[in-house]
């Protein structure tokens, strides 16, 4: 049984050229134990398969994969020993799989930035750009009747900034926040996050369409970078005390 799907036909750069939408590609067969297949409903592009698509320093990727971390889909099968009750449930899959710490020892990909994690879509293929897709149980989250687009951009940018800023950083509710180059997913989500625990916080970005965007998603101020010492802003605004922490997501 085949299915369609986004195949990375190999590793290069640029990546669009190696795209391939198919309807050949293998179906995922039927969930193992543990496991839940879902009917996909809408998959979310991540800077991570940019990184697939190049290829992953310390990784030996094969091609030609599916790639895809973000997903919302139906569950349409359960695998030995899941309760049937998820079975027409709309879900959203946590693309991070616990393994153990030193599983991959020569790994740096693995032992310097996720040690206890691998990723679906990335380490595990096929990932969700496809029509089906599996993963384990634990994995999945139901999410009722959200919007599956939206449900489907959720997972890997929430999961990032929620560690930086609770699981590494400890962030307090009440505590200021500064978040730079507004605008992406991550510090989208970031934000998010920080507001919903009752955070002060301020953005900066080179376009003021995206301060005044983030203003209405509910950022306390809002500095426009123009290549100077903005640094002065933030420091006025926060009353000369500076942030209890800041979220630069922005990367190389």
């Not at 489907?152 to 929430?158: D, E, K, P, S, V």
Request: with cysteine; charged share 25%.
């Amino acid at each position: 049984m085949a299915m369609k799907a986004l195949v990375i036909t190999k590793q290069g750069h640029p990546v669009a050229p190696n795209i391939e939408y198919t309807g050949s590609f293998p179906d995922p067969g039927p969930p193992d134990e543990g496991e839940v297949r879902l009917r996909v409903l809408a998959s979310a592009l991540n800077h991570l398969d940019l990184w697939v698509g190049r290829g992953v320093p310390g990784l030996d990727l094969d091609y030609p994969r599916v790639g895809g971390s973000d997903v919302c889909g139906v569950v349409e099968q359960v695998g030995e020993g899941v309760d049937e009750a998820w079975i027409g449930r709309r879900v959203i899959v946590n693309a991070a799989l616990e393994i153990p710490p030193d599983e991959h020892p020569d790994n740096p990909t693995a032992a310097l930035l996720a040690p206890a994690y691998e990723l679906i879509g990335e380490h595990h293929s096929p990932g969700a750009h496809a029509e089906r897709f599996v993963c384990p149980v634990e994995q999945v989250a139901d999410v009722g009747d959200t919007d599956p687009e939206q449900a489907a951009a959720f997972g890997l940018t929430f999961l990032t900034a929620y560690s930086m800023m609770r699981t590494k950083a400890d962030l307090l509710p009440g505590q200021s926040v500064l978040i730079t180059g507004i605008g992406g997913g991550v510090a989208l989500a970031a934000l998010a996050i920080a507001k919903h625990l009752g955070c002060r916080v301020c953005v900066t970005s080179r376009r003021q369409w995206k301060i005044d965007r983030a203003m209405e998603l509910g950022a306390d101020h809002g500095v426009l970078d123009e290549g100077g010492d903005w640094s002065r802003d933030v420091r006025t605004w926060s009353n000369k005390r500076g942030v209890d922490l800041a979220v630069d997501s922005i990367g190389k």
